[in-house]
């Protein structure tokens, strides 16, 4: 598995599962008064693996997730920075007013 590390998402992925068990076997021979022998057996088995076009559709998508994680950190910094200005512009506009009212 092979993860874009700012966004998180997978770009790559290979797998095999298997399911396997044993089950009983009688004896060949003498199948009533013979004793049970247990035999190992593969019930399930599959392999997955991203075809090539799944795995350029994915390094786009991770490219885009890049990019908005980058500029969710930049909105953030530039949201507080605006807060700042507009706080400090009512403040100078708030002194303003009140050396008016005074002075008239």
Not at 10 to 21: H, P
Not at 46 to 51: A, E, G, M, W
């Amino acid at each position: 598995m092979k993860i874009e590390p700012a966004s998180g998402v997978v770009v790559y992925f290979a797998s095999t599962t298997s399911r396997s068990g044993k089950i009983p076997v009688q004896d060949e021979l003498f199948p009533t008064t013979g004793a049970l022998t247990y035999k190992d057996v593969t019930f399930y088995e599959d392999s997955l693996t991203f075809t090539d076009e799944t795995v350029a559709e994915l390094v786009s998508q991770a490219k885009n997730a890049k990019t908005q994680v980058a500029l969710a950190k930049m909105l953030l910094w530039l949201s507080v920075g605006g807060g700042v200005v507009l706080v400090g512009v009512g403040v100078f506009l708030a002194r303003r007013r009140g050396q008016r009212s005074t002075a008239a």
